[in-house]
T-cell receptor
Framework: DQQVKQNSPSLSVQEGRISILNCDYT??????FLWYKKYPAEGPTFLIS?????DKNEDGRFTVFLNKSAKHLSLHIVPSQPGDSAVYFC??????????FGQGTILTVHP | DTAVSQTPKYLVTQMGNDKSIKCEQN?????MYWYKQDSKKFLKIMFS?????LIINETVPNRFSPKSPDKAHLNLHINSLELGDSAVYFC???????WGGGSTDTQYFGPGTRLTVL
């Protein structure tokens, strides 16, 4: 039973446009959410996070939105750049437990 | 000066063999993890150590045995390898343990070890 799911295996966008990556979760005990970015042959690297007490967190071109009632979070990248092409993992956790990851979404940004 | 390193990067072996994957972090972190990325691409935690003590032990066959000689190293030994063990294994570290807010603490990942069992 996968508690964190990224239902879009891939996303393709044009450079300069917005990329929206989605993530759904089932465990209402999750109180912290993170996005990781992964390039081929490398490990995931931390991108941005959000606590359950917030509904938005912004860091430069990256914004994460959290909708707790829908158990849904999304990552917006504006404007998208070719260097953003990577696999994006969302993860969720509690302050007393382990992180649970989704299966990732492959983002391709075309020049 | 790689923060989290794993060796080997690729490992191809026969069914039934025993193999080890090594992980080292030079970040001074107290907590280390092993994750398995399965064929469906989910990253799933297997083990976590804090200051050389096992703190997370998921439902993993006991053919998998982690060993932490010191807090900078967490090795993974796998006995009697099976076809289903083929996956990419990632090591990670964080400053805090999960109960100390570690699940909210940034985890730093190694580059992964692709294990192929023939």
């Amino acid at each position: 039973d996968q508690q964190v799911k990224q239902n879009s295996p891939s996303l393709s966008v044009q450079e300069g446009r917005i990329s929206i990556l989605n993530c759904d979760y089932t465990n209402s005990m999750f109180d912290y959410f993170l996005w990781y970015k992964k390039y081929p042959a490398e490990g995931p690297t931390f991108l941005i996070s959000i606590s359950s007490i917030k509904d938005k967190n912004e860091d430069g071109r990256f914004t994460v939105f959290l909708n707790k009632s829908a158990k849904h979070l999304s990552l917006h990248i504006v404007p998208s750049q070719p260097g953003d092409s990577a696999v994006y993992f969302c993860a969720a956790g509690t302050s007393y437990g382990k992180l649970t990851f989704g299966q990732g979404t492959i983002l391709t940004v075309h020049p | 000066d790689t923060a989290v390193s794993q060796t080997p990067k690729y490992l191809v072996t026969q069914m039934g063999n025993d193999k080890s994957i090594k992980c080292e972090q030079n970040l001074g972190h107290d907590t280390m993890y092993w994750y398995k990325q399965d064929s469906k691409k989910f990253l799933k935690i297997m083990f976590s150590y804090n200051n050389k003590e096992l703190i997370i032990n998921e439902t993993v066959p006991n053919r998998f045995s982690p060993k932490s000689p010191d807090k900078a190293h967490l090795n993974l030994h796998i006995n009697s390898l099976e076809l289903g063990d083929s996956a990419v294994y990632f090591c990670a570290s964080s400053q805090e343990p999960p109960w100390g807010g570690g699940s909210t603490d940034t985890q730093y990942f190694g580059p992964g070890t692709r294990l192929t069992v023939l």
